[in-house]
């Protein structure tokens, strides 16, 4: 029996890596260079901040660096992020390392895991290689399907959000209201439409007005509604699909550079590709 879609090359085996994947601009294998006394002083006092450890690349499996960087941290242990006492484990060490890019030019640890920073083994590597492999054919695979559930109710959504013109001056909320109200339809169509919304991403159209507004979905959320000021259509559809299915890849929320669209798109693609081919994990 065939596969349902060109682009079903082989199920992730391991789907927690292939979201830090996803949410990651390189990743490299190096030694950390931490000084152990500073970063412990450092997380005892009630001063918090970040701090930049170097970082030696030995080894690019993904992405594109230099041999040397520098990785920026938080100095306060975050139950999402690498602790300290893991970096202090792992400084002077090879390692493997998942990082993003901030808006800074800065590189971060990616994915809001302790999993971005991992001790070099043979099993590690070659599991990072594998999956690597596995979406790099996804996204040479890749074929828009128009016969996707609510395809044409997006498109036509899209087509229409385009149409706004921009505002003639101040107090011309007439674009505005317009955006928001296709917005809110989008985000109306639920997680059915998910592929749908990924298949059209690919879309550098610029918006009438650079706003969304989106309520605040999730616990702990500490304000009702969130504010986001994306560009271009892609921009907007990332803000439609954070909302409705979760993720966010290479934040593009509030625009970006095209690097950072180019990887948060090819992300939204395996994302999709595994979830059309075997269905939610």
């Not at 079903?8 to 949410?23: F, I, Y």
């Not at 999993?115 to 999956?131: F, G, I």
């Not at 596995?134 to 890749?142: D, H």
Request: charged fraction near 25%; include cysteine.
């Amino acid at each position: 029996m065939s596969a349902p879609y060109p682009f079903c090359v082989g199920k992730s085996a391991d789907r927690n890596l292939t979201l830090l994947l996803l949410d990651t601009r390189a990743v490299v294998i190096g030694v950390l260079r931490v000084n152990k006394d500073k970063l412990r002083s450092d997380m005892r006092t009630d001063s918090v901040g970040y701090v930049s450890f170097p970082f030696n690349v030995l080894r690019t499996l993904g992405g594109k660096v230099s041999n040397n960087i520098s990785i920026r941290y938080y100095t306060e242990d975050i139950w999402h992020e690498v602790p300290s006492e893991k970096l202090i484990s792992l400084g002077g060490r090879k390692s493997v390392a998942f990082l993003t890019k901030g808006d800074d030019d800065n590189y971060y640890f990616a994915g809001h895991t302790a999993d971005a920073l991992q001790p070099a083994t043979e099993e590690t590597v070659s599991a990072v290689e594998a999956e690597l492999r596995r979406q790099w054919a996804i996204l040479k695979l890749w074929k828009v399907d128009r016969t996707l559930p609510k395809y044409d109710t997006v498109e036509a959504l899209i087509s229409e959000l385009v149409q706004i013109p921009r505002p003639t001056g101040y107090g011309d909320d007439g674009p505005r209201d317009r955006q928001y109200a296709i917005f809110r339809k989008l985000e109306g169509l639920g997680k059915a439409a998910v592929p749908a919304i990924v298949m059209q991403m690919d879309d550098r159209r610029p918006l009438a007005v650079h706003q969304i507004e989106l309520e605040s979905n999730y616990p702990g959320a500490f304000e009702g509604i969130r504010h986001y000021s994306p560009e271009v259509v892609a921009d907007a559809l990332a803000n439609i699909l954070n909302q409705v299915e979760g993720p966010v890849f290479d934040n593009i929320l509030s625009g970006g550079p095209e690097v950072a669209r180019r990887s948060a798109i090819d992300a939204w693609r395996v994302y999709v590709a595994d979830l059309l081919c075997y269905g939610r994990s």
